[in-house]
């Protein structure tokens, strides 16, 4: 989920320069486009990115390294529950 949050924070920081020097470039099917559409939507999936690292984090460990310590599952059958 970091390396999410992180690919989706780089998006958005070039969104944001992108858009703020040419935002013809991302709103194309528009007239007149402005820049304040382009923070606006460069701040919200910067939000989202901040959100995402924060949850990833609170994870402690990425999920490949969990599945990793994770012991098999036993196949024996307690004896107390065997009738």
């Given amino acids: 989920m970091i390396v999410w949050a992180i690919n989706l924070l780089i998006l958005s920081i070039g969104i944001l320069i992108v858009g703020l020097i040419k935002p013809n470039w991302l709103l194309f099917w528009m007239e007149k486009p402005s820049r304040f559409i382009i923070v ?7 939000m989202v990115a901040a959100v995402l690292f924060g949850e990833g984090n609170r994870q402690g460990a990425p999920l490949s390294e969990v599945a990793k310590q994770n012991k098999p599952v036993a196949t024996e059958i307690p004896s107390d529950l065997v009738k």
């Avoid at 606006?40 to 910067?46: E, K």
């Fill in 40 to 46: 606006g939507v460069s701040i919200g999936l910067f």
